[in-house]
């Protein structure tokens, strides 16, 4: 990149120079990474445009151009979006009425947030070529058997790139007897659930973007899962449910919140979205957003 910069810059004048370049580099789909110039050349970048731009309107001008291309643009997609979700919702076992809902948020957190959003409920959809335009892949509240192996080997081929997994509720009652996705949702495969109420949440990590929203006790109207294992020694546990503040839980140390690293990739699961007043709670919708913005590498751990 560097050596084409060098040589291409010799060969024009500045202004016709650098809207060639930048041109010639988006038909490539190439992004223009202002910090692969090394210092010398940013000095003579600098020196040159003091010498051969005299109006501080054009100057300003030609700086935007060239920062619109630099390092904080990294990561974005052909339509200027940061990053493309895909959401999948297919099921073959109970369908949650909360999917439409739940689409909603996600759609409106990508308008208001830059980021792309996919909807799709066809397993065909998973292959490598397809899967590769994504960054996050959330199940939302899928259910029961919904890839064959073709398309299981290629999501844990996004995943071992480093891609990103969200799971909204239900995904914990998927895919039983696929072994890498019990792995990935860390064995809490769903077991059980009492009825619809209130219950309190323990926020027990606040230095993670998932939960630094949050309340430390995070009063919500759901539908709890009793999990078959409990995830805690191979995750970050990030928030839990306090058993005494609603009937039918059976598990006494109860992660609802957790993500870690799995091979190669990220994953992270929320035990909640099932209800209308989940839908309804602005501090769910960014609950989720830091989850998929996580999940998507765009935020850190801490």
């Given at each position: 990149m560097r050596l084409a910069f060098r040589s291409f810059w010799r060969q024009q004048?500045?202004?016709?120079?650098?809207?060639?370049?930048?041109?010639?580099?988006?038909?490539?789909?190439?992004?223009?990474?202002?910090?692969?110039?090394?210092?010398?050349?940013?000095?003579?970048?600098?020196?040159?445009?003091?010498?051969?731009?005299?109006?501080?309107?054009?100057?300003?001008?030609?700086?935007?151009?060239v920062f619109s291309f630099s390092d904080k643009n990294l990561g974005q997609v052909d339509n200027g979006k940061c990053f493309k979700v895909l959401i999948f919702s297919k099921t073959s076992g109970y369908r949650h009425g909360f999917i439409p809902g739940g689409i909603k948020i996600i759609q409106k957190l990508g308008d208001r947030h830059n980021f792309d959003v996919k909807i799709t409920e066809y397993a065909g959809a998973f292959t490598d070529k397809n899967l590769s335009k994504y960054q996050v892949v959330v199940f939302l509240n899928t259910t029961g058997d919904v890839l064959n192996e073709t398309q299981q080997a290629a999501f844990e081929q996004f995943i071992q790139s480093g891609k990103g997994f969200v799971g909204v509720h239900a995904a914990t009652d998927t895919e039983y007897d696929w072994e890498w996705y019990g792995g990935l949702i860390a064995g809490a495969y769903f077991k059980s659930h009492p009825k619809i109420?209130?219950?309190?949440?323990?926020?027990?990590?606040?230095?993670?973007?998932?939960?630094?929203?949050?309340?430390?006790?995070?009063?919500?109207?759901?539908?709890w899962y009793n999990f078959r294992n409990n995830p805690r020694e191979k995750v970050r546990v990030l928030a839990s449910l306090d058993e005494t503040s609603y009937e039918g839980g059976d598990m006494v140390d109860h992660p609802i919140i957790w993500c870690h690293y799995y091979d190669g990739g990220r994953a992270w699961y929320t035990g909640i979205g099932h209800t209308q007043e989940t839908s309804d709670d602005p501090l769910y919708a960014e609950h989720l957003l830091e989850g998929i913005k996580w999940a998507a590498g765009v935020s850190s751990d801490d």
């Open positions: 004048p500045f202004c016709e120079n650098l809207a060639v370049y930048i041109s010639n580099m988006s038909k490539q789909n190439i992004n223009f990474h202002f910090h692969n110039i090394n210092s010398m050349e940013v000095k003579m970048f600098f020196q040159s445009i003091r010498k051969k731009i005299k109006s501080v309107s054009v100057l300003v001008i030609i700086l935007f151009m109420q209130d219950a309190i949440v323990n926020v027990e990590d606040h230095s993670h973007p998932t939960t630094a929203m949050l309340p430390e006790k995070w009063k919500c109207h759901d539908e």
